[in-house]
């Protein structure tokens, strides 16, 4: 249990902490992620975009979204081909933590592409996918 708080926080932090676009970033393909089952439209989702080597540190790029009619979206533009994952959570008082009841379990929702949610913390094999040459449009569900 203490190791998903410990992951869960971890992402989170990485998450808040957005990066500028790097070099990298500037000449690539786009990325549209939707999640579609919010419980509420209170607060945003916020959206992290890692590579392997960065997963749950420091995102290459980070979004938020409003949620509206339990929907959010957002666009990673630029990415260049590679393998990503992306993790998100629904930020549903806008205090910019995930918030955790008293035993540790999560508050607030979260997923990560591909929607194969592990018992522990989130791993990039289970999350990853391609960006080959054509814009890529992913659902995300909590």
């Given at each position: 249990?203490?190791?998903?708080?410990?992951?869960?926080?971890?992402?989170?932090?990485?998450?808040?902490?957005?990066q500028?676009?790097?070099?990298?970033?500037?000449?690539?393909?786009?990325?549209?992620?939707s999640?579609?089952?919010?419980?509420?439209?209170?607060g945003?989702?916020?959206?992290?975009?890692?590579?392997?080597?960065?997963?749950m540190?420091?995102?290459?790029?980070?979004?938020?979204?409003?949620?509206?009619?339990?929907?959010?979206?957002?666009?990673?533009?630029?990415?260049?081909?590679?393998?990503?994952?992306?993790?998100?959570?629904?930020?549903?008082?806008?205090?910019?933590?995930?918030?955790?009841?008293?035993?540790?379990?999560?508050?607030?929702?979260?997923?990560?592409?591909?929607?194969?949610?592990?018992?522990?913390?989130?791993?990039?094999?289970?999350a990853?996918?391609?960006?080959?040459?054509?814009?890529?449009?992913?659902?995300?569900?909590?």
């Open positions: 249990m203490q190791q998903v708080i410990l992951a869960l926080a971890l992402l989170i932090s990485s998450i808040i902490f957005a500028i676009p790097t070099e990298k970033q500037k000449n690539g393909i786009s990325i549209t992620v999640t579609v089952n919010a419980l509420s439209d209170n945003n989702v916020k959206f992290a975009l890692y590579d392997k080597e960065n997963f540190k420091q995102p290459i790029d980070s979004k938020f979204s409003s949620v509206e009619n339990r929907k959010s979206t957002v666009v990673f533009e630029n990415v260049p081909q590679g393998n990503y994952a992306i993790i998100c959570f629904h930020d549903e008082n806008n205090n910019n933590l995930m918030d955790f009841e008293e035993n540790g379990m999560p508050k607030e929702s979260y997923g990560l592409s591909n929607n194969k949610m592990n018992f522990g913390p989130p791993e990039f094999e289970s990853k996918f391609e960006v080959k040459s054509n814009a890529l449009i992913l659902e995300i569900k909590f």
